[in-house]
């Protein structure tokens, strides 16, 4: 449980939930090829359509045999550039007129395709989601810097850049972004528990939190969690999540309850992850 979470990948994800239509490659090309900011290299990609297996493939941090994504490149040496930080590192691209040209026209054309920039910025960052349940975390991050530029309101976008940081160890920032999207009224039971668990994973790991501040985080992903959990008590993810919070916290009794649950909806733990919480704690009857 110490292997870093990520987004729900499943049917039934909010990224498999975005209203309207869903992008299809060609269309991808012809958009971002000719006017995408920071752009690189996308004409060259495989026309990749998801399959049912890709989107039965789920989990937070699902490591192990048959569940470990694959990652596209190592540690923090993605975010070399500007393209791979949460809202192209919160720089004022007007301040360079090229670049506003560039996200001007970008704009224009992806506003005109998609009807609004809303729907244009939903396409993207399930665009997005469709590159991170590939294991391409570089053109997510794209992809969801794109949806924020499109529509800096949309809380998918901040979602995205959460699991993002959160898969490049950063739980901590991700947890500032998550709570950026609920901000922003995201409050699906799936991402509200992704925040949670951030939330357990970033006490657990920033050793320069006050123990007023540990305990205050903690408190607030039992909160998002317990949220999560009474709008869908029926989704084992959520629980999955949850058990690794407690993992975290070092509530291993609570996290083997979770485990438990997890399995009467059906789902079936994470076999490293198990191996880690029977080291802490052997598996109550």
Same mark, same amino acid.
């Given at each position: 449980?110490?292997? &870093?979470?990520?987004?729900?990948?499943?049917a039934?994800?909010?990224?498999?939930?975005?209203?309207?239509?869903?992008?299809a490659?060609?269309?991808w090309?012809?958009?971002?090829?000719a006017?995408?900011?920071?752009?690189?290299?996308?004409?060259?990609?495989e026309?990749d359509?998801?399959?049912?297996?890709?989107?039965?493939?789920?989990?937070?941090?699902?490591?192990? %045999?048959?569940?470990?994504?694959?990652?596209?490149?190592?540690?923090?040496?993605?975010?070399?550039?500007?393209?791979q930080?949460?809202?192209?590192?919160?720089?004022?691209?007007?301040?360079?007129p090229p670049?506003?040209?560039?996200?001007?026209?970008?704009?224009?054309?992806a506003?005109?395709?998609?009807?609004?920039?809303?729907?244009?910025?939903?396409?993207?960052v399930?665009?997005? %989601?469709r590159?991170?349940? &590939?294991?391409?975390? &570089?053109m997510?991050?794209?992809?969801?810097n794109?949806? +924020?530029?499109l529509?800096?309101?949309?809380?998918? %976008?901040?979602?995205?850049?959460?699991?993002?940081?959160?898969?490049?160890?950063?739980?901590?920032?991700?947890v500032k @972004?998550?709570?950026?999207?609920?901000?922003?009224?995201?409050? &699906?039971?799936?991402?509200?528990?992704?925040?949670?668990?951030?939330?357990?994973?970033?006490?657990?790991?920033?050793?320069?939190?006050?123990?007023?501040?540990r305990?205050?985080?903690?408190?607030?992903?039992?909160?998002l969690?317990?949220?999560?959990?009474? @709008?869908?008590?029926?989704?084992?993810?959520?629980?999955?999540q +949850?058990?690794?919070?407690?993992?975290?916290?070092?509530?291993?009794?609570?996290? +083997?309850?979770?485990v438990?649950?997890?399995?009467?909806?059906?789902?079936?733990?994470?076999?490293r992850? @198990?191996?880690l919480l029977?080291?802490? @704690?052997?598996?109550?009857?």
């Amino acid at each position: 449980m110490t292997g &870093r979470p990520v987004s729900p990948l499943a049917a039934g994800s909010p990224w498999n939930e975005i209203e309207g239509r869903t992008c299809a490659s060609v269309l991808w090309r012809a958009i971002v090829r000719a006017v995408s900011p920071a752009e690189t290299n996308f004409a060259e990609e495989e026309d990749d359509e998801e399959s049912p297996d890709e989107r039965a493939v789920g989990g937070l941090g699902r490591a192990g %045999a048959g569940g470990c994504r694959a990652r596209a490149g190592g540690g923090n040496s993605v975010e070399k550039t500007i393209d791979q930080l949460p809202m192209y590192g919160g720089v004022d691209r007007r301040m360079d007129p090229p670049t506003a040209q560039a996200d001007d026209t970008f704009i224009a054309a992806a506003t005109r395709e998609f009807g609004s920039r809303r729907k244009a910025s939903e396409s993207f960052v399930e665009e997005g %989601a469709r590159d991170y349940r &590939r294991g391409d975390d &570089r053109m997510a991050m794209r992809r969801f810097n794109q949806g +924020w530029l499109l529509d800096p309101t949309n809380p998918g %976008a901040f979602h995205g850049f959460a699991v993002v940081l959160h898969e490049r160890g950063r739980d901590c920032d991700a947890v500032k @972004m998550g709570e950026r999207a609920l901000n922003l009224n995201l409050s &699906r039971p799936i991402a509200l528990a992704d925040v949670g668990a951030h939330y357990a994973l970033c006490a657990a790991a920033d050793r320069t939190l006050t123990a007023e501040a540990r305990s205050r985080y903690l408190a607030r992903s039992r909160d998002l969690l317990q949220r999560a959990s009474t @709008m869908a008590p029926g989704n084992d993810y959520i629980y999955e999540q +949850w058990g690794r919070a407690l993992y975290a916290s070092g509530d291993y009794r609570g996290a +083997w309850e979770k485990v438990h649950r997890q399995r009467e909806l059906g789902g079936t733990p994470d076999g490293r992850t @198990m191996n880690l919480l029977r080291a802490k @704690m052997p598996e109550p009857n």
